[in-house]
């Protein structure tokens, strides 16, 4: 089974992809750890990507539905993958179709993880993390009970540079102008299930699991 994950920014995809790799046994395939871990182990395309990327360019399309053929058709991706990440536009779907195609795999379900814009801005302008347990709070929804102190270690807590509101609000307007015609795309191939981003985070994995079918082989092995 081969699965797309699709979801802006402080949607929680990251929780969901790790609760999706663990029940349904597909391998998480995130672009960005694809290409950091091509270009540090020296791979022939990870050294192509490099020179793009040193130069402040965009790597071709071409060059990164290669790396990611390359990974797929590695022993642990054979029972199915969760592409988080890529494809990011219309065309590089259809370039990622044609090539999955050519190795006799296809993209099964495409999960769009849908949760509204000025939750999504609450959501990144207030998350603060600790550095040194790893425990993230968030002012607007479960802020620590101390100001700036962590909950779980007591230790100070950190906001990244890139979570306040001007940087939240120009990712989202880049993510859901590129990411309209992408989920129209596999909605017309009768490919996406929504969800409801909004609910708690187990209801949120349980029908996920239960779009793909999941659910049921669960219940029955309990």
Same mark, same amino acid.
């Given at each position: 089974?081969?699965?797309?994950? $699709?979801?802006?920014?402080?949607?929680?995809?990251?929780?969901?992809?790790?609760?999706?790799?663990?029940?349904?046994?597909?391998?998480?395939?995130?672009?960005?750890?694809?290409?950091?871990?091509?270009?540090?182990?020296?791979?022939?395309?990870?050294?192509?990507?490099?020179?793009?990327?040193?130069?402040?360019? $965009?790597?071709?399309?071409?060059?990164?539905?290669?790396?990611?053929?390359?990974? &797929?058709?590695?022993?642990?991706?054979?029972?199915?993958?969760?592409?988080?990440?890529?494809?990011?536009?219309?065309?590089?779907?259809?370039?990622?179709?044609?090539? %999955?195609?050519?190795?006799?795999?296809?993209?099964?379900?495409?999960?769009?993880?849908?949760?509204?814009?000025?939750?999504? $801005?609450?959501?990144?302008?207030?998350?603060?993390?600790?550095?040194?347990?790893?425990?993230?709070?968030?002012?607007?929804?479960?802020?620590?009970?101390?100001?700036?102190?962590?909950?779980?270690?007591?230790?100070?807590?950190?906001?990244?540079?890139?979570?306040? $509101?001007?940087?939240?609000?120009?990712?989202?307007?880049?993510?859901?102008?590129?990411?309209?015609?992408?989920?129209?795309?596999?909605?017309? %191939?009768?490919?996406? &299930?929504?969800?409801?981003?909004?609910?708690?985070?187990?209801?949120?994995?349980?029908?996920?699991?239960?779009? %793909?079918?999941?659910?049921?082989?669960?219940?029955?092995?309990?």
């Amino acid at each position: 089974m081969d699965i797309i994950l $699709l979801g802006p920014p402080g949607a929680g995809k990251g929780t969901q992809a790790f609760a999706i790799e663990h029940h349904v046994g597909v391998k998480h395939i995130a672009s960005g750890d694809l290409f950091r871990a091509a270009i540090k182990q020296g791979t022939p395309l990870g050294k192509q990507a490099q020179g793009y990327m040193s130069r402040g360019e $965009l790597v071709p399309d071409e060059l990164v539905i290669r790396m990611i053929i390359e990974r &797929v058709t590695c022993d642990d991706c054979a029972d199915g993958v969760l592409f988080d990440g890529f494809p990011r536009t219309e065309a590089q779907a259809a370039a990622l179709d044609t090539a %999955l195609r050519e190795h006799g795999r296809q993209i099964d379900t495409v999960l769009f993880l849908n949760v509204p814009g000025d939750v999504l $801005l609450k959501r990144m302008a207030g998350r603060q993390m600790c550095n040194t347990c790893g425990a993230i709070h968030n002012i607007y929804f479960f802020p620590s009970k101390r100001d700036g102190i962590c909950d779980t270690c007591g230790d100070a807590l950190y906001q990244r540079s890139d979570d306040n $509101l001007e940087t939240a609000r120009h990712r989202l307007e880049v993510y859901f102008a590129q990411t309209r015609p992408l989920i129209s795309y596999y909605r017309s %191939l009768g490919k996406l &299930v929504e969800i409801d981003g909004l609910r708690p985070i187990d209801h949120v994995t349980d029908a996920m699991l239960e779009s %793909l079918g999941v659910m049921q082989t669960l219940e029955r092995a309990a």
